[in-house]
């Protein structure tokens, strides 16, 4: 557990271990839960498909490709929950793979028709 104030900064960091220096890291999806397995009742979106859904979200510099940073505000669901629960998802692209989806960035995903 690690504890932090209301609309407190939270840095968050992902570090990949690999000897390979040309490997980098995206972050996919970040959401926050009240409980603490893969729940989707209740979920907070702050990062979906590449795109920021948290307006206080923000990258933050890292000086190594296989270092990813990011911070945004804390907050609670409400007083009956004041626990959190992070879960992300990370991509791992080759460094300089235009076509990966690390360089694709915000992938916006259209609604599909409904046929009659």
Do not use: M, W
Request: glycine share 4%; charged share 20%; proline share 5%.
């Amino acid at each position: 557990p690690y504890r932090v104030s209301i609309n407190q900064d939270l840095f968050l960091e992902a570090s990949l271990h690999s000897s390979d220096p040309l490997l980098q890291l995206f972050l996919h999806t970040c959401v926050a839960s009240p409980a603490g397995h893969n729940s989707t009742t209740g979920v907070y979106t702050i990062v979906k498909d590449g795109c920021v859904r948290d307006p206080t979200y923000a990258a933050l510099y890292s000086p190594h490709r296989h270092t990813l940073r990011f911070k945004f505000n804390s907050f609670q669901f409400s007083r009956s929950s004041p626990v959190v629960y992070l879960q992300c998802e990370l991509v791992v692209c080759r460094a300089f793979d235009y076509s990966s989806r690390c360089y694709q960035g915000c992938v916006k995903r259209s609604k599909r028709e409904a046929s009659s």
